[in-house]
């Protein structure tokens, strides 16, 4: 293989929530990915911003260490680094960017910024096969809904996005009301598989005559409702009394309506674009029913699927080294006092 500037190898960072990611990009293959999760939120319903940046602080050096020696690679074979820039906690993003920033500075190598769902959008490339340009990609996170029209590498239409919560957030909240723990989206999809998904008709949301934007805080409500109108307790209190096939059941429902809008969403997207090809990404693309039913849905269609495995669905570092040799080759670099930002869209060309 010749060496051009996308095979070099790069190290990708990532800190923008509550996952410290460091992974190594060689020559265009993923040599280590090390993700540290930080339990500690867990007990407090939610990512607390103040700790995660500490905890980013106290783990990023070990774990960048861990992932350079994971793929036999020294800090001096780096050919440059990527960090994530935003969206995110600005303290958490801080911690990565910066470090990012000192290392490549230190060692006189490019750095470049990367945009978290640019990440999510191209980890479908970390895979083989990938998708084809160009192609549809549903992005579905804990913060994050969009449905891109990808027409080339950083050619992006922003085709919808959800008007109030994430997809992935209305998986927390709702968990959160059933008493399962934080986050989760991962819980109610295995309680899920053991229930019925018609049980409880939970409404199916789809804002707008034309437009491909999402709105899942009804569906969330509709939960909440149901419970109370059920006797089945206030938020926290409902896991005690709705418990073994009633609990599947409404894990089940309620994963029913919101995987039956996100595929609906994605193959309208596909229809109106004319493309073949649908991207799967984000936190929640790890939900086994999405995945199947999208899959299946998009088949009889004669349209594939690409869903990267879950290592990659999951907030990393692989993610943000892929896409930062594709900025660095495309001479894409960030100056030293690039800032993180906690909003930051996905970059968009006019259509
Ligand atoms: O992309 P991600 O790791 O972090 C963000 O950028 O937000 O996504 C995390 C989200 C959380 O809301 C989590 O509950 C959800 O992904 N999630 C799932 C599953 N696994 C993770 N949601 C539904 N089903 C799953 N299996
Ligand atoms: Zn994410």
Known sequence: MSVTRENITVLG????????SAALLVRGSVASNVISSQLI????????????SRAHQRLIIQVVEEALAGAGVRKEDLGGIAA???PGLVGALLVGLSFGKALAFGLGIPFTAVNHMEGHLYSVFLEDPSPAYPFVALIVSGGHTLLVHVKAPFTHVLLGETLDDAAGEAFDKVAKMLGLGYPGGAVIDRLASLGDPSAIAFPRSFPGESTLDFSFSGIKTSVLYFLRREGLGEPGAAKARAAGQRLADICASFQAAVVDVLVARALEAARRTGVRDIALAGGVS???????????EAGKRGLNVYTPRLEYCMDNGAMIAYVGSMRI???MT????????ARLRIAETVS
């Open 41 to 52: 939120h867990a007990r407090y319903g939610g990512v607390v911003p103040e700790l995660a």
């Open 286 to 296: 790890a939900n086994s029913l999405l995945r199947r039913t999208l899959r299946e």
């Open 13 to 20: 960072i990532e800190t923008s929530c509550d996952e410290t």
């Open 84 to 86: 994530t820039q935003g």
């Open 334 to 341: 960030s100056p030293f006092d690039v800032p993180p930002l």
């Open 329 to 331: 080759a495309r001479g």
